[in-house]
């Protein structure tokens, strides 16, 4: 379906009247985690330093790091927070090198903050832009939190904290290298053993490399929270299991088993490292596994939870850790290479589906990469609907290599083909120009139309068995008192027993309003998916009970049984379907149905 690009355009530019700008990207709550990501990424000559601790401790949590020589391109600072459960909220506030940085809001599941990502049962991972205030040779982070502020319940722990920085120098090798951050939450079936679904693996896969010729030098760095000394984990890298098995599980498992997350850093490989709890932070020497860069494969990293190591067809207690975050994953490849390397820029878009409903803005989130060297200018974005350029707006490329960001696009219904273009007037020196637009097909469908009906309510007839059963209860327990010769006892059972078969308790539930079943038909005749709404059933006038329903896909319905106790008769039902109009439906007035019903 082709839609008139005059209307969109004039949707658009509506839209773009109540949007003074374009906001950043933003991170949600998930219990699965957040997937790792590009942070930072390019080519240059220098050294990528990252490094960190040192295990988790109360607040304040003071961390140094010695940044090596050189012209510092980009910093950034990470910390990890223990919330103690995905529902308590606090705040974050670090002092980096004296300067107090922003106080950020841990939400847990109610959180929308860019720079915060919560997983699991409250596990945060926070980063901060430090660029502009890092400094070779030493710098120091303090970090305060909620923890002991009077009504706080946030747990606010800190795990480590971790400095990422480029430092440019020309003395040095050229480096391509690639960080990627996230927070994804690895488990098996809880310490309850109730959760429905595992999470044993996670893969991220890195781009950097392509620009350099030869590589002499290639190192992986690792980052974990919340991994248990003795319970094992590994790591992959194209397929290869990295790190040395310890010897406290050789015992157990004959030397097949590793233990990456065992609360020592700099360990893994060998070395004596140091203590680190509930933290990791680990290096590895790559070079022998690495793809090369023209075999057109990407090298590939996996967090691997645990395996199944007694061939039991499950990863028991003992095989795997319990929960376990991997946070942040970086690759970089050293090289003798001399020649000056342009920058490549390539964009990524990402809309989800949900989004795509007809005359709702749809936000759109997208990325400008740049795995080669350093651009830091200004330059265009392009975006455009069937082949119509409908919005440009302007971006300036950071040395990070990665700029991440939204816009809100009106979705018409129908098919379209949506394009984002970086540079198109081809402005910048690259590489490569034929890599700088990105095409995503996008199905906008109807809004939701929600409708409601009702059934003939039908009786829910008593339940006869137990009056039954206390009756042989009672007898039971009469023939105990005659045994045990309590003859208190015995005369309270047998008053109770004659009053049963006199009638006194059928009066008693003669008294009582019967019970009756109501059929309740939801139904959602429009094609998007109508989420987190409620229907309120409604007896002469008076609620009876809602129902919260979390989402009903398009073209589909549902029946629900509701139960109503009320004396028999004549009586109005009233059902309500979103009743305060939270869901923008192509239909208000069909939300409500009433009808007059005899309750036998």
Known sequence: MKIDPVKITVLFILLLSFLPSIPPAGARYSYEGIPLAPDAQGTFRGEVYIDGGHGLSFPPYTQEFDVPEGTLRWARLYIGIWGGTENYEGWVRPEFNGQRLEQLQLAGVNDENEDVYCAGHGVYWVSYDVSNITKTGENTVEILTSSGEPGNKLDGRVYGAVLATACKNPKEPMVSYQLLSGNVNLHGKGWSGNLANVNDRTDVHFSSGQALSSIEAAKLSVVYLTGSKGLP??????????????????????????????EVSFDACGDEGFSSSYFDIEHFDVLDYLQASNSGSSNSVSFVRGL????????GIQEGEDYLHP???ALVLTSENTASVLPDLYPEMNIYEQELVD????????????????????????????GSEV????????ASGVYKSTFSWPAVKGEHLLELSV???TRIKESDKKNNACKLNASVRSKPDLFVSLGEPVTIEAQEETASASLIFLSFLSLFGIRRKKPLLLLLLVVLIIAAFSGCVEETHAAEKPAYSIPVKIMNSGEASARDFEVNLY????????????ELAGQTSIENQIRVNTLKGEHTLNVKVDEHNNIIESDEDNNEFEKSCDFI
């Open 391 to 398: 919005l440009t707006f302007p971006i300036r490329m950071e």
């Open 233 to 262: 984990d590994y790591l992959e890298f194209n397929g290869e299991m990295s790190g040395v098995s310890p010897e406290y599980l050789s015992d157990s498992y004959g030397g097949k088993a590793m233990d990456i997350a065992n």
């Open 359 to 386: 005359e709702k803005p749809a936000e759109i989130s997208f990325t400008i990469n740049n795995p080669g060297g350093i651009c830091e200018e200004n330059c265009t974005i392009s975006f455009r609907v069937d």
């Open 539 to 550: 007896l002469d006038g008076k609620s009876v009970t809602v129902l919260n329903i979390p």
């Open 423 to 425: 540079d198109p007037e």
């Open 308 to 315: 199944d190591l007694d061939g039991d067809g499950e990863i």
């Open 327 to 329: 946070v942040l994953a």
